[in-house]
């Protein structure tokens, strides 16, 4: 496999231009086309150039393979093919304060959480920080948007992988999102969800990146998180809720926890209670998700009652938390799901 050009930051790209002995705007001509998602064969530089580049770099590294729409909220699901062949997807929402899309940091998984489609079939490969952005890149480019007028304005790194299991090159691709005379996306509107790998939380903490971390918690005693979360095995909730408290020391930004709401699993009013008590008082805010069900689990989804029984017993200790609104639930919205439903089909076809 080549390598992928979008890797390179404007300084690298000036580098290579010495490199190839071309004069230093043209590493500028090269950077503003690949921000804007065009392929190298189509940034307007020597054919002499491209040429060069091209016996190094793939041509797209990613593209989009086929997009879903929701007929409920126009929620759109992109599946996206790697130079590679394989397979990748993201979720592109619209909200009052901007456009957020979800991006995916690896082939699959391996964190093997009970309730995700992503680690069906576990870790392929990860993603490099170039195939991480070009996933913006690509939308914001289809949506119609511009260096000057992005379709993308928000990111959440919580798509197929665990970023923190994907650490240098998410951090690459965090500094690079962000740079200047690029796509330009502030690392305050990027959110970076993980299992709870606490070392590499710590690690974070200390890299100046102001981003929004967000903690997939979905239980509040370690027995019970084992059940659902394998990496409950690795780390404690103590050392996640202690981790937690050292980034917020080290950058002064709350943390968010996920808590998804599974029918007879975590989502009693003891389980409210014991929640409320984790976590009252604490910089921190809870972001309840109903479950969105994937047919490979024999997991189900909270009905709404009890999803807003559960926050009101927040809300009424004085936990800050909110219910998220669901989209995209009829295209497959969860992470994982759109890709491993079209290996199987293509499984399915090729045994016929």
């Known amino acids: 496999m080549k390598g992928v050009l979008q890797d390179y930051n404007l300084a690298e790209l000036e580098e290579l231009a010495l490199e190839y002995g071309e004069k230093k705007y043209r590493a500028k001509q090269l950077f503003e086309g690949l921000m804007q998602g065009k392929r190298i064969s189509d940034i307007p530089v020597s054919a002499a150039l491209r040429e060069k580049?091209?016996?190094?770099?793939?041509?797209?590294?990613?593209?989009?393979?086929?997009?879903?729409?929701?007929?409920?909220?126009?929620?759109?699901?992109?599946?996206?093919?790697?130079?590679?062949?394989?397979?990748?997807?993201?979720?592109?929402?619209?909200?009052?304060?901007?456009?957020?899309q979800c991006v995916s940091t690896q082939v699959g998984c391996r964190m093997g959480c009970k309730f995700c489609a992503s680690a069906l079939g576990g870790l392929v490969r990860n993603l490099s920080a170039g195939e991480i952005l070009s996933q913006i890149l690509a939308v914001n480019r289809s949506e119609g948007g511009t260096l000057k007028d992005r379709a993308v304005t928000n990111v959440v790194l919580m798509g197929s992988g665990e970023p923190f299991d994907n650490y240098e090159n998410v951090i690459r691709f965090i500094k690079n999102v962000s740079s200047e005379g690029g796509i330009c996306i502030s690392p305050r509107n990027i959110s970076l969800s993980t299992c709870g790998l606490v070392p590499q939380m710590?690690?974070?903490?200390?890299?100046?990146?102001?981003v929004n971390l967000t903690i997939s918690l979905h239980a509040s005693s370690d027995e019970e998180r084992r059940r659902t979360m394998p990496v409950a095995n690795a780390y404690s909730i103590p050392e996640i809720m202690d981790a937690c408290a050292y980034y917020f020391k080290k950058t002064g930004r709350r943390y968010i926890f996920e808590y998804t709401l599974i029918a007879g699993e975590n989502c009693d009013k003891e389980h409210a209670e014991a929640l409320a008590r984790l976590v009252k008082g604490k910089p921190c805010h809870v972001n309840?998700?109903?479950?969105?069900?994937?047919?490979?689990?024999?997991?189900?989804?909270?009905?709404?009652?009890?999803?807003?029984?559960?926050?009101?017993?927040?809300e009424k200790s004085g936990v800050s938390a909110t219910l998220r609104r669901s989209l995209g639930s009829d295209i497959g919205g969860a992470c994982g799901q759109l890709r491993v439903a079209y290996l199987k089909d293509k499984e399915n076809n090729d045994e016929d």
């Open 53 to 100: 580049i091209l016996e190094r770099f793939e041509d797209e590294p990613v593209k989009i393979r086929e997009t879903f729409v929701s007929r409920d909220d126009g929620t759109k699901k992109f599946l996206f093919e790697l130079a590679d062949g394989n397979l990748i997807e993201g979720v592109f929402m619209r909200y009052k304060y901007g456009n957020t």
């Open 202 to 210: 710590k690690k974070f903490a200390e890299e100046g990146l102001p």
């Open 288 to 314: 309840l998700i109903r479950l969105n069900e994937v047919k490979e689990r024999s997991l189900t989804a909270a009905d709404e009652k009890a999803a807003y029984r559960f926050l009101g017993i927040l």
